[in-house]
């Protein structure tokens, strides 16, 4: 294999590896603002005394 075809691999791959960080990054994104929809649904739900009721903190 030439240098240049070698090289052009290792972009290739080096491209896909940031392709599966960025992946990584928008789910661990997705899974923060998932917690924090959870976190405002139980501050919801301890705003009318729900969570309270149930014995969990708000």
């Given at each position: 294999m030439?240098?240049?075809a070698s090289l052009?691999?290792?972009?290739?791959?080096g491209a896909s590896l940031r392709?599966?960080?960025l992946r990584g990054a928008s789910l661990r994104?997705?899974?923060?603002r998932g917690a924090s929809l959870r976190g405002a649904s139980l501050r919801?739900?301890?705003g009318c005394g729900w969570?309270?009721?149930h014995g969990l903190r708000p």
């Open positions: 030439t240098v240049a052009r691999g290792a972009s290739l791959r392709g599966a960080s994104g997705a899974s923060l919801g739900a301890g969570v309270r009721g």
